[in-house]
T-cell receptor, first 114, second 113 residues
Framework: SQTIHQWPATLVQPVGSPLSLECTVEGTSNPNLYWYRQAAGRGLQLLFYSVGIGQISSEVPQNLSASRPQDRQFILSSKKLLLSDSGFYLC?????????????FGQGTRLTVV | GDSVTQMEGPVTLSEEAFLTINCTYTATGYPSLFWYVQYPGEGLQLLLKATKADDKGSNKGFEATYRKETTSFHLEKGSVQVSDSAVYFCALSDTSGTYKYIFGTGTRLKVLA
């Protein structure tokens, strides 16, 4: 069966420090991968998505970047965190079936920038 | 670009009341549509989906019909229970090649006994 791992679960980082959040999927090949930020009153904001290794689409210009160095690995990064980067970050995967399937979510990372 | 608009919450109902949560979308092509539910302290889980016009998704007494003419996918339940209290998200999947997957802002439902 397929599983998704996202870590760390919580993170407290000072302003200006770098960020790396990792997400890995097991039990599937060539998944579509997504990074979201969930904020109260704003739902799930799509940040980045990827349909293959090295293929990244960005939805919101901001202080973050994403990379997909391996087929089932998706990384969210920042060189210098801002206070406004605080939030709850979710990784998700879907089958590569032309957009018909549901998404499966990781447990999320609560990031607090201080 | 593609977008999903949900009715503002919170929605507060008495047990056994009828529920409607509105969802409309903007998309190029023919997207797939989804409803997710997030119970308190839990992650998002799929509630139902529809992949083409006039399809009706249903699960746990909830229903939603994909209406292309009104670009809507409203969630309904005939008789809500306290256990239905949660946040409900409408979502859209592009099927034309980008496979972008976007969500609405969520609607919080509170059902009172």
């Amino acid at each position: 069966s397929q599983t998704i791992h996202q870590w760390p679960a919580t993170l407290v980082q000072p302003v200006g420090s770098p960020l790396s959040l990792e997400c890995t999927v097991e039990g599937t090949s060539n998944p579509n991968l997504y990074w979201y930020r969930q904020a109260a009153g704003r739902g799930l904001q799509l940040l980045f998505y990827s349909v293959g290794i090295g293929q990244i689409s960005s939805e919101v210009p901001q202080n973050l970047s994403a990379s997909r160095p391996q087929d089932r690995q998706f990384i969210l990064s920042s060189k210098k965190l801002l206070l406004s980067d605080s939030g709850f970050y979710l990784c998700a995967w879907r089958e590569p079936d032309r957009g018909l399937s549901e998404a499966f979510f990781g447990q999320g990372t609560r990031l607090t920038v201080v | 670009g593609d977008s999903v608009t949900q009715m503002e919450g919170p929605v507060t109902l008495s047990e056994e009341a009828f529920l409607t949560i509105n969802c409309t979308y903007t998309a190029t092509g023919y997207p797939s549509l989804f409803w997710y539910v997030q119970y308190p302290g839990e992650g998002l889980q799929l509630l139902l989906k529809a992949t083409k016009a006039d399809d009706k998704g249903s699960n746990k007494g909830f229903e939603a019909t994909y209406r292309k003419e009104t670009t809507s996918f409203h969630l309904e339940k005939g008789s809500v229970q306290v256990s239905d209290s949660a946040v409900y998200f409408c979502a859209l999947s592009d099927t034309s090649g980008t496979y972008k997957y976007i969500f609405g802002t969520g609607t919080r439902l509170k059902v009172l006994a």
